[in-house]
């Protein structure tokens, strides 16, 4: 079972000349081949190319801590070598002539692009053709379809994605992976078109927390050591929030469960509730994401609005609706209320909530809501999805832990604490 | 001399049907034909497609307030219709599939971009071909180098630029026309490569400041109504900074002979004196512009190494061995010494303070010291050079005046009030 080895582990067989590169991506695209008709997760795989790297590999000098290790790369970051549509027709065959900044590291450190994962149109609601690995009639969640679906399919252990509203956090959720959303700010997003700058924030999807500090230490250049365990169980925050009453029953046990076993396991948990005006940060997450979409998008919607999704044109006009003072009232807004939770919530390690309001729905109704993860992503917060029940429909349901901003290695020390204390129900 | 008309008169003049497009951007390719030799301002220019979309534009209902209007855009913003190099051979055919946000806006409202004015290497530091109009052994300034020069020698009227350090403000300083660089996220980024995504901010620049104002409302949307006037003269803030000593004795007496002007036209001005600590804003800019830079071109410096200046290399190489946590504190002591600044100098309209240590130096020694823009630039301000005298040289000398985050309206209405009541040296 090759192609369900995590890339740490990965990436230590073959430093170690227990595994050749060839033979784990032989081994993805192996996987790519006999599930890829029912899950859809690639926009483009060209696995020759793939395969050739691989061997190039394998001659040659481990290059650094992902050496020969396959990846997904959202396509809506540029690559060199691949075609990047944004999942958009306008783009079908758009060859950038970079690498976007994340690519360019990864690649640095060794790392083998295998293809470009599904992005929804310019990661906005409108689905590409990716569905839920553990049921193909459910959504995988949006925008990052592909890379949660190909990392939980195991076709690839870890991909990027990125996150303006949830595109992270609910995808990993409904996919069951641990998605891995980080401070805004926090990596560089050259060669990835914003689509609103105050919120874009880099993620990524693995299914070992190991593998997310590995790739997070590749980005920020800093030597790939070992997950530091915390010293003494962590503060965490149960934290119910305004859009509580939004989550289904299963939701709302599982997030409470989640909350005991943390406390069984010897963690400090309180309960943490924010003042009312807190719920007003889900609009101002809106204002402000359809500002800046309407601003950032105005090429595309003066000039090829024919090939634009009803979605995508509905929320650049209500952008241009949206009065410059009011959007400045938005972003002051989540500035003092993040200056609030700072006061708050500066005690605790992290904070507990809900990744999203259930299980992925139909696959017919969208790529589901991503209400659980406005308020945190306006407020520049790292966030960790991390799969803990099951819903309804026997598919995943995760918990979402968030942090300070900035605090995104003792984000990760925590959900390496979860997963090493906590057991999932 | 229907080249030398302000955007604002010339498109007045289209609309009356007193003036053919077609006319003035042959003017202007006229006037680019006798001197481009000479000056250097573009990278790219296609004076047949300029002439064809001028008779289109002649033909046609006006589309916007800068209806056949000529513009120069800077080569480090995406065109869908022109290569974009970012001054840097590795990208000397790169040909984008999209318009750069304010490109967009600016042909929506019925620009023409005549052509893509000469950047700086991905607007840094290694100088392409531009020369100071005012004399071809000096420097236009950089990074907006030829966006400044071709507005100064009257080629177009109104061009894009950008600014990280000092690239608007300075060359707008050396060649003699207004420059007006935005508050930090006032304007889209989208389609120009980000440098330090903390500092880069669009920029402007025109030989009228109604021309300026009619372009940031075109970017935002906005009516293009006529700048209103102050109804009372500004309270402004002569403030030497801690870089006062590195300004010529020409600089410092046309700074403070500017706010003896202003005075003597009404205006209350008080001295500002910042706190000793804020001459470290300037090595925190340093701090945050090569850190970020280094993330931003890690496809560059890890695949195109030999095609890259040495200057760019040591920037690169510098912010690698920039620690995450000394990126972080001087994201901090910016952020702390802007809520001191205001209240420092929160009641004043806008402050004045040098554009440049002096007037543009021999092209030989480079574009010039960034250090006058660097504070402000951190500190997410928008800034206005303003013509006011001339250097030793007889080069052209400015003050720039800076503003409130957020209170660009008010700083052009300041950059108004000076161009009607206070007469240059």
């Known amino acids: 079972m090759t192609h369900t080895l995590t890339a740490c582990v990965a990436a230590a067989r073959i430093r170690a000349g227990e595994l050749t590169s060839e033979s784990l991506v032989g081994a993805c695209l192996a996987r790519i081949a006999a599930r890829e008709a ?31 290790v396959p990846i997904g790369v959202k396509d809506i970051m540029d690559t060199d070598d691949m075609p990047t549509t944004l999942g958009s027709p306008i783009y079908a065959k758009r060859q950038p002539q970079w690498d976007a900044a994340c690519v360019a590291a990864a690649r640095a450190a060794g790392a083998i692009v295998l293809g470009k994962t599904v992005s929804t149109e310019f990661a906005y609601f409108q689905p590409g053709k990716t569905r839920n690995p553990h049921h193909p009639l459910h959504t995988p969640g949006g925008s990052s379809s592909g890379s949660a679906a190909a990392v939980a399919d195991c076709m690839v252990p870890l991909a990027f994605g990125s996150q303006t509203a949830a595109s992270v956090i609910r995808p990993a959720a409904f996919c069951g992976v641990l998605g891995y959303k980080a401070s805004h700010g926090e990596f560089s997003l050259s060669g990835i078109r914003p689509f609103a700058e105050s919120l874009d924030s880099l993620g990524m999807l ?220």
Chains 1, 2 share one sequence.
């Open 206 to 425: 693995a299914r070992s927390i190991e593998d997310l500090a590995l790739l997070r230490a590749v980005l920020l250049g800093k030597p790939a050591t070992a997950l530091a365990a915390l010293r003494v169980p962590p503060k965490l925050g149960l934290c119910r929030t305004g859009q509580w009453a939004l989550a289904d029953a299963r939701t709302q046990a599982a997030v409470e469960a989640f909350a005991t076993r943390c406390r069984q396991a010897g963690a400090v948990v309180s309960e943490i509730d924010l003042p009312e005006h807190f719920t007003a940060l889900v609009d101002a997450h809106k204002t402000i994401m359809a500002f800046e979409a309407a601003h950032n998008y105005i090429y595309e919607t003066t000039r090829w609005a024919a090939q634009l999704s009803e979605a995508f044109l509905a929320l650049t006009e209500t952008g241009r609706l949206v009065d410059q003072a009011a959007y400045r009232d938005a972003q002051r807004q989540i500035a003092l209320s993040g200056q609030q939770l700072r006061s708050i919530a500066g005690h605790l390690d992290a904070l507990i909530t809900p990744a999203a309001v259930g299980e992925a729905p139909l696959a017919a109704s969208g790529t589901g809501d991503p209400v659980m993860c406005r308020m945190w992503t306006a407020l520049h917060l790292p966030a960790l999805s991390v799969p803990f029940a099951k819903g309804d429909h026997g598919l995943p349901l995760a918990v979402q832990l968030v942090a300070a901003v900035g605090a995104d290695d003792l984000l990760l020390q925590v959900g390496h604490w979860v997963n090493t204390y906590v057991p999932t129900t």
């Open 38 to 68: 029912e899950v859809g997760a690639w926009q483009y795989l060209d696995a020759d190319k793939a395969r050739e790297q691989a061997r190039a590999a394998d001659r040659r000098a481990a290059r650094g801590p992902l050496h020969g």
